[in-house]
């Protein structure tokens, strides 16, 4: 009786993880689309920037300004 019963729990533990399924479903990956407006805070820069060209067509006469 002794000998069988260790014997048993070994065949328990090895059938065990036989009975064990798993199964393994696709992962499906979609884009991730990221629309980012930054156009306010560039054009904000640029006419910082170009300030001084503001005061340049101020100080140059009518005549001679691009159209």
């Keep these: 009786m002794n ?3 260790p014997t048993l729990v070994a ?3 090895f059938l065990v ?3 064990a ?3 393994v ?3 499906e990956v ?3 689309h990221i ?3 930054i156009n306010i805070k560039i054009q904000r820069e640029l006419e910082k920037a170009f300030d001084f060209e503001k005061d340049f067509e101020d100080a140059t006469p009518a ?3 691009k159209k």
């Design 3 to 5: 000998i069988w019963r």
């Design 35 to 37: 629309t980012m407006d």
């Design 30 to 32: 979609k884009p991730i």
């Design 63 to 65: 005549d001679t300004k």
């Design 17 to 19: 993880p036989c009975c």
């Design 25 to 27: 479903e696709p992962i």
């Design 21 to 23: 399924r798993v199964t």
């Design 11 to 13: 065949v328990a533990l």
